[in-house]
């Protein structure tokens, strides 16, 4: 079956913002819509153009005979400010203020539309970075996790409260929370990471960093490295914080949960 | 900036897929490529056709001042079948096998790609059904929720089998695991779910029953519909099964734990 170069545009776009990362040979295209190499050359260097002009991300081309094209994403500054002032927005709502100091956002964590949007945006920061592996931590943090890795194409491992049957043999460690200073536990599957494995800590909310800093000595006993650190929102504390290399999308400060206020404010992202 | 027709052809594909069970007005596109409407339909009936012919989804146009075009994923069977049989070969390792008939399956659903792909194939069975939640319960689940909601453009709601003080006020319930025939307790944030509401519940396993059925008492509690089940795995059993109702794509039966022996069909998608 012949394919048109229209038709052929929009199955090669649908099909590389499907495989982030992936090589994708030239001949497997050229095979598909029945095409010689060079139109489909051709056809790449339209795609790319467009995505880069649209700020949805660009097209790699690996020459030679094990070459081929890789999608990478890359959400434009001008395609994410505004997306995540939308968010600060959102956030902002004093009727979200729980006590502790935390923040309601399971609404916003429950809509796809805003997690792959900012999964895509935290993604961008680290596409053409080795990562080989996403963490997070049940339960807030997992579609955020999910929505980076699917971009980066590399899997997740979820680090969970308490061991489950379903996950067979598992590491634990304790840790202390950096805000409630209690000795907590967390869990992850032995099978999950390998070692030396590059691994990019994705989770919904930061305070003082106890918990991040609690996956990273759990990287330690994999013998794994971490490679990045990217949170949704961080909490602006006045102590101390465990962790200072990180990236985030939103930032609180100034949370009074007497007086129902709350400063929100577009987080490190666009410093970097 | 004027827009030539390769270029709309692949913005527009990549904006649709992204977008999916929403109207977008045809003037949102002809003010995005300053281009006239008349160019605007003859680019959409080119990405219809072609999103079909790939077994990728249509696109539906609805006439009028306040039309538009929506997409809606429907992957074909001779696209999903392959997928689906694949999955069903990674999942017959007898090295899956856990205590209980329980089965490892954290490093398929850590893949965003095979998370995805399954999430769109059942997304594709309720994709022109009146859905306005999906619902999963914590940890497993959840990835599979988001790949679905994310298709049919709807919100996650996630169960917990323990309250939280960032879910603020809950709602919580007993009911009893079939195959453990333990009493438990599963708890669901009280702003989560508005009365009246089309639920479609997602889970990645499915044993008795019993998990999805006390979901389906917790949405009483909600007086909301059940609008569905979908399950990545079945377990069939000799015992009676509490629910009836529902889609699955991967079905087990004949689990000997003492002989490592595991049998793996395709579940009961394809008999809808």
Redesign the interface.
């Known amino acids: 079956m012949k394919f048109r170069?229209?038709?052929r545009?929009?199955?090669m776009?649908?099909y590389l913002?499907?495989h982030p990362r992936q090589l994708v040979p030239l001949t497997f295209f050229a095979e598909r819509y029945s095409s010689a190499k060079s139109s489909i050359s051709e056809d790449l260097a339209?795609?790319k153009?467009?995505?880069e002009?649209?700020g949805?991300g660009t097209l790699q081309t690996v020459p030679g005979a094990a070459g081929g094209v890789k999608f990478f994403v890359k959400v434009s500054k001008e395609e994410a400010e505004p997306f995540v002032n939308e968010l600060c927005k959102l956030i902002a709502d004093p009727e979200r203020l729980?006590?502790?100091g935390?923040?309601?956002?399971?609404?916003i964590l429950?809509?796809?539309?805003v997690?792959?949007k900012a999964g895509r945006i935290i993604a961008s920061a680290y596409s053409e970075k080795k990562i080989d592996v996403v963490m997070t931590i049940?339960?807030?943090g997992?579609?955020l996790a999910?929505?980076v890795?699917?971009q980066l194409?590399?899997?997740?491992?979820?680090v969970?409260r308490d061991s489950k049957?379903?996950?067979?043999p598992t590491v634990s460690i304790n840790y202390v929370s950096g805000s409630a200073k209690r000795i907590q536990t967390m869990v992850l599957?032995k099978?999950?990471i390998k070692q030396g494995e590059n691994v990019l800590i994705v989770d919904d909310?930061m305070k003082a960093g106890g918990t991040v800093m609690g996956m990273m000595n759990m990287l330690e006993e994999f013998d794994a490295q971490v490679a990045g650190i990217a949170v949704l929102v961080e909490a602006e504390k006045t102590e101390e914080r465990l962790v200072d290399d990180y990236l985030s999308l939103v930032k609180l400060s100034d949370v009074d949960i007497k007086e129902k206020k709350i400063n929100v404010q577009i987080g490190n992202y666009f410093d970097k």
């Open positions: 170069r229209s038709e545009l929009i199955d776009t649908s913002l499907d339209i795609v153009e467009t995505l002009k649209q949805i729980l006590p502790g935390y923040l309601y956002l399971t609404d429950g809509s796809p539309q997690v792959q049940a339960t807030k997992i579609p999910y929505a890795a699917s194409n590399v899997p997740v491992v979820i969970r049957v379903t996950e067979g599957s099978r999950s909310f």
